[in-house]
């Protein structure tokens, strides 16, 4: 590798406030472990997000191969400033947010992918994101857009975000603006989670991140029941 050509292919590095862990109950009573995840577990998050591919429902397919290539050029090296966050279970992945900061002051909304669906996974994350934009990375506003239905009624009605002018830059719909005060006035409402986790969950899931077979992310994503044999 030409690595004097490498430096200047790889983007400057904002230093950005870590994102401290925290634990949510979910409705079933389960534990969900929220971290931050450094590029070196990229390999694990792409097979996970890969068999979403294959999911036209709630238009997984398109989230499922952008996040993937947005994972791919983090650890790559390519995309500036992003960070991502996982949710776990006793260790098993339930869910990845991404996201990046385009400056100090304005943070950008990717992606948000629930693997274990029904559970509200998916919102705990996405307001797991916009804590660390709003209240760790200190950002005064966040720039969301929607690529299905159920996204949009999750982030532009539960949270009132701002209509604004321009494009989002992942293009499509119409982009809107989590600011400090909209964020703040839901924080009680939507903002789930303690701190600071407990050791013993802790220490489960930074072991090692559980990837589910693809056939159960399958069945997981699309509500499938297993079919019992007597």
Not at 98 to 122: K, Q
Not at 159 to 172: A, D, N
Request: glycine share 6%; aromatic share 8%.
């Amino acid at each position: 590798m030409d690595m004097e050509l490498e430096a200047y292919l790889r983007p400057p590095e904002f230093p950005m406030a870590p994102y401290p862990a925290k634990v949510v109950t979910l409705a079933t009573g389960a534990k969900m472990v929220v971290r931050e995840v450094d590029r070196e577990v990229v390999p694990i998050l792409l097979d996970a997000v890969r068999p979403t591919f294959q999911v036209a429902r709630d238009y997984y397919d398109i989230v499922g191969v952008r996040l993937y290539a947005e994972l791919l050029g983090w650890y790559r090296y390519r995309v500036r400033d992003e960070f991502c966050l996982v949710g776990q279970i006793d260790g098993l992945l339930v869910g990845i947010v991404n996201s990046r900061m385009y400056s100090p002051e304005l943070g950008i909304s990717l992606h948000t992918l629930a693997i274990e669906r029904g559970l509200r996974i998916g919102a705990h994350l996405f307001a797991s994101k916009m804590e660390h934009h709003i209240e760790y990375l200190n950002q005064d506003e966040v720039l969301i857009t929607a690529e299905s239905p159920i996204g949009f009624r999750r982030w532009m009605i539960e949270y009132g975000l701002e209509k604004r002018s321009g494009q989002h830059e992942l293009g499509g719909a119409t982009p809107y603006a989590l600011t400090r005060d909209l964020y703040f006035a839901a924080k009680d409402r939507l903002v789930a989670g303690e701190r600071p986790v407990p050791q013993e969950l802790m220490e489960v899931a930074e072991k090692e991140i559980i990837i589910a077979t693809e056939n159960d992310i399958l069945e997981k994503i699309l509500g499938a029941k297993r079919r019992v044999l007597s």
